[in-house]
């Protein structure tokens, strides 16, 4: 591991232990007989993380990645639940509606609780019914 990523690891555990300044120098001055990271070489700098480590102190998640993993849609493999994608983002950038409204809109629609379950029919039925609220609010779904 690079010397940069050790002190990166070293002041991640700072954090998680919740450790001030001062306990936080002393405790590398007790383990490498130096008070700043920079002064530290690789040794001293995995000294240090064995010294958390022995602590108590482990590694966690990168933060964050849970809720990106969240957000996250696959592309659909249907050509129509692409196109109702693309054009409630379009009326949403236009403001007509919100993002997080598309599944309840096609549950009005069409009675099935999610767009990814519509069938070929059901799915054109949705685009025509985005083409007209396009339509009455004056919005161009062409791109």
């Given at each position: 591991?690079?010397?940069?990523?050790?002190?990166?690891?070293?002041?991640?555990?700072?954090?998680?232990?919740?450790?001030?300044?001062?306990?936080?120098?002393?405790?590398?001055?007790?383990?490498?007989?130096?008070?700043?990271?920079?002064?530290?070489?690789?040794?001293?700098?995995?000294?240090?993380?064995?010294?958390?480590?022995?602590?108590?102190?482990?590694?966690?998640?990168?933060?964050?990645?849970?809720?990106?993993?969240?957000?996250?849609?696959?592309?659909?493999?249907?050509?129509?639940?692409?196109?109702?994608?693309?054009?409630?983002?379009?009326?949403?950038?236009?403001g007509v509606?919100?993002?997080?409204?598309?599944?309840?809109?096609?549950?009005?629609?069409?009675?099935?609780?999610?767009?990814e379950w519509?069938?070929?029919?059901?799915?054109?039925?949705?685009?025509?019914?985005?083409?007209?609220?396009?339509?009455?609010?004056?919005?161009?779904?062409?791109?």
């Amino acid at each position: 591991m690079s010397r940069t990523a050790l002190i990166a690891k070293v002041h991640i555990a700072k954090k998680d232990l919740g450790l001030d300044d001062d306990t936080y120098r002393d405790v590398l001055e007790t383990v490498t007989g130096k008070t700043s990271c920079r002064d530290i070489d690789a040794a001293g700098l995995s000294a240090v993380l064995d010294h958390f480590a022995a602590r108590g102190w482990a590694p966690g998640k990168v933060a964050g990645a849970d809720k990106r993993r969240q957000n996250f849609r696959a592309r659909s493999t249907k050509k129509y639940v692409r196109l109702i994608y693309v054009y409630w983002r379009l009326l949403t950038e236009a403001g007509v509606t919100n993002k997080a409204g598309l599944d309840a809109f096609v549950k009005r629609q069409t009675k099935v609780d999610s767009v990814e379950w519509l069938s070929a029919a059901q799915g054109n039925q949705v685009i025509e019914a985005l083409k007209e609220m396009a339509r009455r609010a004056g919005v161009s779904l062409e791109r």
